[in-house]
């Protein structure tokens, strides 16, 4: 049973237009949201969190979204660089108190020069 | 910045030998956390350790061990490796915060396993 769900597993946009990368959950006990970018044989790289209190947190040229009643959140990338193509997992913590990780399927992006 | 170290990067065993992943937390963090990555899969979490005690745990074999040491560093030790153990581990670390507000863990590079 998948509880974080990137329904997207690629996504190719052009240099310098925004991306959107989505993300659908189904456990509402999630109360921490985090964004990570991988290349492969890396490490997942930390890009941007929210908590469930909070419905925007911006850094830069990341922006994450969250609607808590559409149990849905959401990652803009603007403008969008070459160097941002990798894959991007959505994750969730906080599921009866756990601190683990939940982690979806990921979508590659490809942003093309 | 210090990141999380994790040795060795590649690891290749037959089946039924042991296997030591070893874990360097970033300076000043006391939480430990293992997750494995099959081949085109999500990462799983393992297992977490807090003040070297165990924190939490996940889908983790009975053929799995893992421990924190006062140095705050990690060992996951793997028994009779099978097959599909072949993954990638990844370790991460973050300080311990309660709260909406914290807890964001910072991953190492990851241990490629590969069973034969």
């Known amino acids: 049973d998948q509880q974080v769900k990137q329904n997207s597993p690629s996504l190719s946009v052009q240099e310098g237009r925004i991306s959107i990368l989505n993300c659908d959950y189904t456990?509402?006990?999630?109360?921490?949201f985090l964004w990570y970018k991988k290349y492969p044989a890396e490490g997942p790289t930390f890009l941007i969190s929210?908590?469930?209190?909070?419905d925007k947190n911006e850094d830069g040229r990341f922006t994450v979204f969250l609607n808590k009643s559409a149990k849905h959140l959401s990652l803009h990338i603007v403008p969008s660089q070459p160097g941002d193509s990798a894959v991007y997992f959505c994750a969730a913590r906080g599921q009866g108190g756990s601190e683990k990780l939940v982690f979806g399927k990921g979508t590659k992006l490809t942003v093309n020069p | 910045a210090a990141g999380v170290i994790q040795s060795p990067r590649h690891l290749i065993k037959e089946k039924r030998e042991t296997a030591t992943l070893k874990c360097y937390p970033i300076p000043r963090h006391d939480t430990v956390y293992w997750y494995q990555q099959g081949p085109g899969q999500d990462p799983q979490f393992l297992i977490s350790?807090?003040?070297?005690?165990?924190?939490d745990k996940g889908s983790i074999p009975d053929r799995f061990s893992a421990q924190q040491f006062s140095d705050y560093h990690s060992e996951l030790n793997m028994s009779s490796l099978e097959l599909g153990d072949s993954a990638l581990y990844f370790c991460?670390?973050?300080?311990?915060?309660?709260?909406?507000?914290?807890?964001?863990?910072?991953f190492g590079p990851g241990t490629r396993l590969l069973v034969l």
């Open positions: 456990n509402s006990m999630f109360d921490y």
């Open positions: 991460a670390s973050s300080p311990r915060t309660w709260g909406p507000s914290g807890g964001t863990q910072y």
């Open positions: 350790f807090y003040e070297k005690m165990q924190s």
């Open positions: 929210i908590s469930s209190i909070k």
